[in-house]
């Protein structure tokens, strides 16, 4: 039987886009400004995050401790916020519409492996949280996972697969519990 060698892994043709110096200044930058509590200014924040690429709307609140990979890969609407302690892993685009709320230790993961490979291949999906959605405390939207319109994926679930635009996720994986109706 087959096992896995970690030796043999190459990232190859995955290509995280900017240069090596753009890399290691966003590393550095990432680990003072935002992933740190060091400062929680949120005007700050989305300045260092334009400067470096990413396309950010007006009024985004970027709370402390939060871990963003290769900014030019994000772009985020109007009137977002973002908890503390969020993990965005953006490999590759990264989508966060307007009106969208991330709460508190929620990951967004646009990368994962082969696992039915010896050498453990990296695989990447985009991930798009369309307007007015909202990921719970602690939950993780999977690479690939595109949640539709007003759609929750509530505290501790996995979203999977795709979320219908104003339904309500629970679980892992997450399911369909409810539709979501606004008052």
């Not at 995280?16 to 935002?34: A, C, D, E, Q």
């Not at 400067?51 to 977002?80: D, H, M, R």
């Amino acid at each position: 039987m087959k096992q896995t060698d970690l030796l043999s892994y190459d990232n190859f043709p995955y290509n995280p886009g900017g240069s090596i110096f753009k890399r290691v200044l966003w590393h550095y930058t990432n680990t003072v400004f935002f992933k740190s509590n060091l400062f929680p200014f949120y005007a700050l924040k989305v300045f260092l995050l334009r400067l470096f690429g990413a396309k950010i709307g007006s009024q985004v609140e970027i709370k402390p401790c939060v871990n963003i990979k290769y900014p030019w890969w994000l772009t985020i609407g109007n009137e977002v916020w973002i908890g503390e302690n969020v993990w965005i892993d953006c490999l590759v685009p990264v989508t966060i519409g307007s009106n969208v709320c991330i709460s508190q230790g929620a990951v967004i993961l646009t990368g994962s492996h082969n696992y039915k490979k010896t050498s453990f291949d990296l695989i990447t999906l985009s991930v798009v949280l369309e307007e007015g959605v909202w990921i719970g405390a602690c939950a993780i939207v999977s690479a690939g996972v595109i949640a539709a319109s007003h759609s929750v994926l509530t505290s501790g679930s996995v979203a999977t697969k795709n979320m219908d635009a104003y339904t309500i996720y629970q679980g892992n994986p997450a399911v369909k519990v409810r539709s979501r109706t606004i008052e």
